[in-house]
C-alpha cells in the first residue's frame, strides 16, 4: 500500500474540497430558504432572537416554524464554515488557495448572523432586509471561491483579471438587480405593477421600486452581453465561453420567473422561484 506527505496531502486536498463543496449547497440553500421566510412574511414570525418565544426546539406555528427552520440552516452553515476554515488550515501545503476564501467566509459568516438580529430587532426595516441579502449573497460568493480553490492544486495562482472588466461589471449589476428585488419585497411593492416590462401609467407610487428593480436587471443583462462579447472575442477557453452561454440562459430564466411574479401580483411561489434562480445566477 502506497503512502507517504504525498499521499497524506492530496487527502487532506480532497477532503476540504468535499466539506467546502457541501458548504456551498447550503449556503445556497440558505439563500432560497430566507426568500421563503422574506415572501411569505415570515419575517417577524419569531419576534425574538436567538430563540424562537423562548424555545430551541419547532414551534407549532407556520411563520415561526418557518423562520426558526432558517436559523436552524444558519448554525448548520456556520459550522460547515468554520470546519472548511479548519481543515484549509491543515491543508494549506496542498490546496494554498482554499485558506483566505474560507477564513473570509468565516468572517462573512459571522457579520451575517449579526445582521439577521439586527434584522428582527429592526422588525424588518427595509434597508436592513436589502443589507442582509447583499451580504448574504456575498457570502454565498465566498463559499463557491473556497470550493473552487480547494479544487485547484498546491500549483495555482490568482488571477483577479482572468474574467475581465466585464465579468466585474456583470457581477456588481447582478448584485444590485437583486438587492433592488429585495427593496420590491421589503417596500410591499411586490403586486403594485400587474404588468411587465413596464408599470401601467395608473400603478401606485409603490411601483417606482419596481421600475428601480427592473432597470436593474436591465443593466445587468446589458453587462451580461458584453461579457459574454469579450469572451468570443478575447484568447479565452472554450469552457469559459460555454459558461458564459449558459449565463445568458440562466438571466433569461431568472427573468422570466420575475415576468410570471409580476403577471402574478407576486405571489409568492413565483417570487421564491424567482430570487433562487436569481441567486443561481449570481
Sequence with gaps: MRSGPGLERRSAGRTVFGVAAVT???????????????????GMGCPSWPLCFGKIGPVDRYHALLEQSHRYLVALVTLG???????????????????????????????????GALTVWAKNAP???????????????????????????????????????????????TLAAIVGGSLVVAHGAGGACAAWPLCPAQAPGASAWQLLHRSLVGVAGVTLLGFTWRARSRDSSRAGQVAARLACGQFVVAAAFGAASALSRAAAAWQDVHLAMAALLW
Design 24 to 42: 456551498m449547497a447550503c449556503a445556497f440553500a440558505l439563500v432560497v430558504l430566507g426568500s421563503t421566510v422574506r415572501v411569505t412574511s415570515s
Design 81 to 115: 464554515v468554520v470546519a472548511t476554515a479548519i481543515l484549509a488550515l491543515r491543508a494549506r501545503a496542498a490546496r494554498p488557495l482554499a485558506l483566505v476564501p474560507a477564513y473570509v467566509g468565516v468572517a462573512l459568516v459571522l457579520l451575517q448572523a449579526g445582521l
Design 127 to 173: 434597508w436592513t432586509v436589502a443589507l442582509h441579502l447583499a451580504v448574504g449573497l456575498v457570502f454565498l460568493a465566498s463559499t463557491i471561491v473556497t470550493a473552487v480553490a480547494a479544487a485547484r492544486g498546491p500549483s495555482a495562482r490568482w488571477r483577479p483579471d482572468a474574467v475581465g472588466r466585464w465579468g466585474w461589471a456583470v457581477a456588481a449589476a
